[in-house]
């Protein structure tokens, strides 16, 4: 059962402060959800650095609630549970790789998720990781690609059959 208290504008916890506004259609108002989805417009085959990890560069948004994302990192506005992920299309002949998400904590970052894929007998022409991570306020996420295989070719399109993105919201 819940603690929360409910009156005309919306429920109130125990002190009588707003904990939660609601709109007519059944959108939360207060507080704000953090969340982003974004991708890259590149069209065709991006090739990276051999032996490279790297930031993945996102240079569009489908959605930025609360605007925390930008330098290709999304910044945590309040300490919770984030969830993230990550995919992305590549070539059949691309090479080990992993791709993964890191948090990032007063300059120090620390690899929360990753996928590796290996170099041999890849059907599948995609890849992705997620992780549900507990952050601190000011925390950052961000996606990464590593791989070993100078000719890795990695595909960032927003078409309906080769889409890749990164993407999360706070949970709690």
């Known amino acids: 059962m819940s603690k ?3 009156d ?7 002190s009588n402060t707003t904990a939660m506004t609601i709109d007519s259609t059944g959108s939360v108002l207060t507080p704000s959800r953090p969340a982003w989805s974004v991708y890259n417009t590149t069209s065709g085959w991006v ?9 993945l560069a996102w240079n569009a948004e489908d959605f930025d609630i609360g605007n925390n994302f930008g330098g290709n990192k999304f910044t945590c506005p ?3 549970i984030y969830w993230a992920e990550v995919h992305l299309h590549h070539s059949s ?5 992993s791709l993964t ?3 990032e904590r007063s300059g ?3 690899l929360v998720s990753y996928h590796n894929r290996s170099a041999t007998n890849i059907i599948e022409r995609g890849i992705r990781t997620s992780q549900i991570i507990q952050c601190q306020a000011s925390d950052k996420l961000w996606s990464g690609l590593w791989h070993s295989d100078s000719h890795s070719n990695i595909y960032y399109s927003s078409n309906a059959s080769t889409y890749s993105g990164f993407q999360g919201y706070l949970i709690g």
């Open 47 to 55: 090739s990276t650095t051999h032996n490279s990890t790297e930031v």
């Open 78 to 80: 309040v300490a919770g």
């Open 108 to 110: 120090t970052s620390t």
């Open 101 to 103: 998400i890191w948090r």
């Open 8 to 14: 005309s504008i919306g429920p109130k916890d125990a």
């Open 93 to 97: 002949t691309c090479g080990q790789l």
């Open 4 to 6: 929360l208290l409910v």
